[in-house]
C-alpha cells in the first residue's frame, strides 16, 4: 500500500493559516488522497479529498503537487476548535478494481492552536 | 451527533470476560467499519462489512468477531479479554462498500471505551 508521512506535531497561531503536508511519494496513479481529523475524546471526521485538482470545501482546502508525491491541507483561520489529530490517507486498489472502502491510518500530524 | 450510534459508551469489565458492543450506521449506509484505538497503536482497522457481508479484514484478532445484521445494524464480540484489549472502539458506517469515484466518505460514532481489569 502506498504510504503517507506527515509531521509528528505542528503549532499554530489561531485565527492565521495553517498548511498541513503530507508525503507521499509511492502514490499510484488512481489512489485517492484523504484527509480526515480527530479531536480529542471524539472519533475521526472527514474533512476533504481529492484526486489531482485542488479541492476547497466549507473546513479545508487540499492542495496537491503537480506529480502528485505531496499535499498540504490548508485550513485559511485556524481556531481553538481545529486543535486536533490530521491524518493524510491513500485509498489504495484493491484487486477486483475501486479503491478499498476502509482507511488505514498513520500516526497523523497533532495540531495545537494557541490563542 | 454524526449519525452513526453506538453503544455501550463505557464499559468495564474483568479479564477473561466476555463483551458484545453494538454500532447502529448512518441512515441509507450500507457498509460498516470497526477499529480499535489505543495509546501505543493509533487506530487500527478491524473489519469491513458490506450489506451483511464480510468485505475486508484487518489486524483483528481471533478472539474477536463480529457480524451484521439484516437491519445494517453491527455488533463486535470481544471475548477472553486481556489487560491489553483496553482501548476505544470505534464503528464507521459508509454508504457503498469501497472507494469507487474516490468518496465514499466514513462516518464515524464516538466510540465504546472499554476497560479491561
Known amino acids: 500500500d502506498a504510504k503517507t508521512t506527515q509531521p509528528n506535531s505542528m503549532e499554530s497561531n489561531e485565527e492565521e493559516p495553517v498548511h498541513l503536508p503530507c508525503n507521499h511519494s509511492?502514490?499510484?496513479?488512481?489512489?485517492?488522497i484523504h484527509w480526515y481529523r480527530q479531536l480529542p475524546s471524539q472519533g475521526p471526521e472527514y474533512v476533504i479529498h481529492?484526486?489531482?485538482s485542488n479541492v476547497n470545501n466549507r473546513m479545508a482546502s487540499l492542495a496537491i503537487a503537480e506529480d502528485r508525491k505531496s499535499s498540504t491541507l490548508i485550513l485559511h483561520r485556524a481556531t481553538l476548535r481545529d486543535a486536533a489529530v490530521y491524518y493524510c490517507?491513500?485509498?489504495?486498489?484493491?484487486?477486483?478494481?475501486?479503491?478499498?472502502?476502509?482507511?488505514?491510518f498513520g500516526k497523523g500530524t497533532k495540531l495545537s492552536v494557541k490563542p | 451527533d454524526s449519525g452513526v450510534t453506538q453503544t455501550p459508551k463505557h464499559l468495564i469489565t474483568a479479564t477473561g470476560q466476555r463483551v458484545t458492543l453494538r454500532c447502529s450506521p448512518r441512515s441509507g449506509d450500507l457498509s460498516v467499519y470497526w477499529y480499535q484505538q489505543s495509546l501505543d497503536q493509533g487506530l487500527q482497522f478491524l473489519i469491513q462489512y458490506y450489506n451483511g457481508e464480510e468485505r475486508a479484514k484487518g489486524n483483528i484478532l481471533e478472539r474477536f468477531s463480529a457480524q451484521q445484521f439484516p437491519d445494517l445494524h453491527s455488533e463486535l464480540n470481544l471475548s477472553s479479554l486481556e489487560l491489553g484489549d483496553s482501548a476505544l472502539y470505534f464503528c464507521a458506517s459508509s454508504p457503498r462498500g469501497t472507494g469507487w469515484g474516490g468518496a465514499n466518505v466514513l462516518t464515524f460514532g464516538a466510540g465504546s471505551r472499554l476497560t479491561v481489569l
Open positions: 481529492g484526486l489531482t
Open positions: 509511492t502514490i499510484s496513479g488512481t489512489d485517492y
Open positions: 490517507i491513500l485509498r489504495a486498489l484493491t484487486l477486483y478494481g475501486g479503491s478499498q472502502g476502509n482507511l488505514i
